[in-house]
């Protein structure tokens, strides 16, 4: 770890400096949300402090000055996803709202009865249920690829769900709570084999990996802002500019149009087409600084560093008598969901709480996976790039203790 | 500092929970789900035509709050007319969100103020409270019943 000094990298996070019932605070909850840079929560307050406007609207120095941090954003973002061209970046309020946006717009206008859609088990509920809807508007079929025991998609079953009648595959980049990479380059190629539109979560994936939309070649790609070190209330969703022109817009509202009359509106260009309403500004100029901290840290550091957390947390956490861990793909990136014998995941969580130790316990608004396992729910550790071995240890001392509570 | 959520009463009845079966003859029974932890389980109770609890009991899976809870709520309830059964029920909601000290004010709670502290973790309230919503759900399906 000698080339990632993750004590300068804490230090760039105010909020790892709280006790929590006493004890230094252990944040393990990255896959919820991830704690935010001081440059991000400075970028915001300075919005709120000497930079209030709207955008795209007045005249005055303070909306210039907003629009050109709001549209540099735009430009940030492009970047980051290598995106061809600026029009290709939608804001949006989240990844579930970005999905429902591909559903309610591209889906609704060019899917119909009997065409068929592909989402994975291992899915979250905001890649499963904006499809069921659009399937019940339009008489589309649902089809799901199954998972293995390890957690990952099993390709061949894949394709054999492929076929002409498949128009969209949407499919999860990094499982959330299975902590599996998916291939996804692979999963898109076969698709457009069959001329099927491709939609990729990017949601956990964008933490942990480079992106790049034109090698990946996806259609459409979706991510949030609070998940990638940036503030809650904005995502993105990329699209491929020819589909997002034939795409009518989700909502109608300010910003969205040319000219309104009561005979009929012209609608705007790409990207305000998508954009109806006074947008998440502070948000979006947040996110330019989260995506900006993030580039300027290594990538091929912070994979080594959170390869070692991995592979790490799993060897303590398996030393353990009685925890099993869900998930164990190949491929797979700092997301450790596990179990233990005799302590459903909730008294576990509040228990390691105590300790100060932050970890989610639920389904992980990924039920079917649950269901998949035969259990309720996982206790989950996710890891960012500020985590250390010495949490990791504070863990599994944590669950030790909880294990010992329970059997008083 | 908050108060000890797993004291031992709550432990124990995780361990062995008491009536933890399906009640033949049930009179009375209704089904209760968590959606945000997955908690799920049946209340059954055996009513007599006077009204009075003859048998309560529960099936499911849930974390220790849950099951601890379920497992005191049937045997407080044994016994119990179908109007003290909703006066509990009244009285551990309170007790649950904090409205009711029970060293302070008057009630029927007895073992069940091992519950006292859990309004000092909310999201943990509902693991409590679930067995007795459902149970609670079981009775008022037969006031609507009993009204036709």
Redesign the interface.
Known sequence: MSAFDVHRYRSEFPNLKINV??KPLVYLDNAATTLKPRCVIDAVNAYYVTGVSNVHRGVHFLSEQATAAFEFSRQVVRQFLHARRVEEIIFTKGATESLNLIAQSYGRHFLKKGDEIIISHMEHHSNIVPWQMLCQQTGSVLKVIPINDKGEIIFEEYLKLLSDRTKLVSLVWVSNSLGTVNPVKALIDEAHKRGAVVVIDAAQAVTHLPINVQELDCDFLVFSGHKVLGPTGVGVLFGKEKYLEAMPPYQGGGDMIKSVTFAGTTYNDLPYKFEAGTPPIAEVIGLRSALEFLQSVSWENVKEHKKELLEYGTKILLAIDGVRIIGTAKEKTSIISFVVDG?????LG??VDQEGVAIR???HCT?PV?QYFGI??TARASLALYNTKEELDILAQAVKKAQA??Q? | ??DE??Q?TI?EH?RSPRNFKKLEGATHLAEGYNP?????LQVYMKITPNGVIEEAAFEG?????SKASASMMTMALKGKTIDEANLLFDEFHKLVIGQLKPDLQPNHLEKLTVFSGIWQ?P??VK?ASLSWHTMHGALEKTKIISTE
Request: include cysteine; charged fraction near 10%.
């Open positions: 019932h006493g302590i459903h995941p909730h008294d509040t228990l316990t639920g389904h039920q649950m309720p729910a509570v329970f008083h | 500092m908050r959520l797993y031992q432990l995780n945000l932890c997955g908690d799920h899976s849930g974390c220790a709050i973790y999201a943990r693991c």
